[in-house]
C-alpha cells in the first residue's frame, strides 16, 4: 500500500474546498441577500440535493475506482462500477415513479409530466458522467506529472552515478601514465625523480580530496593543470616545444573538476617524440562566462604494439561535457597536417 504523503493531504484538502465553495456558495449568497436563516437552510439543502451525488461519485473514481480500476485497464470493470453507483445515488428517480403509483388518488402523470422526470433523470446521469469524467481527468495529470518527476528523479541519480563512474575512471588513467613517466625519469635523473614524486603527491592530494564536489574553483583546477604540464615535462627531451598561457579573468568561476587533464594527457601521449621535433601549445581563455580550452599538438600516432592507452580518456570527456554543459559547450577536434587540433568552449552558469 503506498505511503500517504504531505502532498497528498495537501490535495485531498484542495479537492475537498473546491467541494465546498460548490457547496456553501449558493446558501451564502442567499444568507447576505436576505438574512434569512430558513431561506439559506433551504438553499442549502437544494444546493446538497443536486450535488450529493456527484460529490461521492468524484472522490470513488479520485480515489477508488480511478486508480484500481481505470488505470489497470480493468475498463469493462470501472464502467459497471460507475454503472451501478450511479444508479444507486440518483433512485429517486425511481422511488419517485414507484411512490406516485402506489399512492391512492394520486392523479396520474400526463406526457408533459414524463417528458420533464425523464429530462431530469438524463441530466443527472449526463452530470454524473461529466463528473466521473473530471475526476479521471484530474487524476490522470496527476499521475502524468508524477510518473514525470519519478523518470526525471532517475535520470538524475543515473547521470550522478554516471558522473561519478567517469571521474573514478580518470584518477587510474592519469596515475597510470604519470607513474609510466616518473619510471622513466629513475634510470635518467634519480634526483628529478623525487621531485616529482613529491609533485605527483601533491596532484593526487588534490584529486583525492578537492575534487569530490560537481564542480570546484577554476583557480585549483589551472594550479593543478602548471603542476601536471610541469611534472610531464621532465620527461621531454630538448627537441620538445611545450607551452602553455592562462589568460584567467575571474579564478573563482567554477568548472567540472579534471575536466580537461586527459586532453594535456594525451597531447603528451601522442604529441612528443624522441627523435623527432615535437610541440605543445596549451592554453586556457576566460572571458565573462565563457571559457575556452585549446590544445594543440604534433601527431606521432602510436603503433599496435604499443598498449600504454586506450583513449578511454578522451571519451570520457567528451561524455562528461555532455552530461554537464549540455547545449552549453563546443567540442571542435581537427587533424591538419601533423598538427593535431582540440578546442573546447564553455559556457559556465555560475
Known sequence: M???????????????????????????ATYLSTQDAHATRTSFFVVWGLFQ?????????FYLLGP???????????????LVLILGLNSQFFLVYYNRNNIPNMPAMDSNMWIGFFSGFLMFLVLNCVIVAVAIGIRHFIRIRQIKQQLADEKAKNTEAELAWLKNQINPHFLFNTLNNISSLT????????DAIAQLSD?????????NKKTVPLAGEVEFMRNYISLMKLRCSDKTAVSCQFSIANYQLEIAP??????IENAFKHGVSSSRPSSIDIRLE??????????????????DADRSGSGIGLENTRRRLELMYHKRYEWQQSL??????????LIIDN
Not at 505511503?3 to 460548490?22: C, P, S, Y
Not at 451525488?53 to 473514481?61: A, C, D, R
Not at 579534471?258 to 586532453?263: H, R, W
Not at 565563457?290 to 594543440?296: H, I, K, R, S
Open 53 to 61: 451525488s456527484p460529490l461521492v461519485i468524484y472522490f470513488v473514481n
Open 2 to 28: 503506498k505511503k500517504i504523503e504531505k502532498k497528498d493531504i495537501w490535495l485531498f484538502l484542495a479537492q475537498v474546498a473546491v467541494w465546498a465553495v460548490v457547496l456553501f456558495a449558493m446558501p451564502l
Open 203 to 211: 596532484l593526487l592530494r588534490y584529486a583525492m580530496y578537492e575534487t
Open 187 to 194: 634510470q635518467i635523473d634519480p634526483d628529478a625523480a623525487q
Open 286 to 303: 576566460q572571458q565573462d562566462n565563457e571559457l575556452t580550452f585549446t590544445c594543440d599538438n604534433t601527431n606521432y600516432p602510436k603503433d
Open 258 to 263: 579534471l575536466l580537461f587533464i586527459s586532453l
Open 336 to 345: 591538419e597536417g601533423d598538427i593535431y587540433h582540440v578546442r573546447i568552449k
Open 68 to 82: 484500481y480500476l481505470f488505470f489497470k485497464r480493468r475498463h469493462w470493470l470501472f464502467v459497471l462500477c460507475n
